[in-house]
């Protein structure tokens, strides 16, 4: 599983919108689906803010342990 899919797992799990979350990275509901869609890459600082969000570690975010 990539990241991308983790990143949509999570935010469904959550209940949330990607309008929501994009809010959480000061980025629109389009910029946070051409990240979670591939068009466009998670830049560090956001993949921490997601795993503060979520209570997850970067492994696990990232996808090297489950």
Do not use: P, W
Request: aromatic share 10%.
């Amino acid at each position: 599983m990539d990241y991308r899919e983790r990143m949509r797992n999570l935010r469904e799990d959550h209940d949330l919108t990607q309008a929501e979350v994009g809010r959480i990275l000061n980025k629109s509901q389009q910029g946070y689906n051409h990240i979670e869609t591939g068009r466009a890459e998670l830049k560090i600082e956001d993949l921490i803010k997601l795993c503060d969000f979520y209570g997850v570690s970067a492994d696990y975010f990232i996808g090297r342990v489950d």
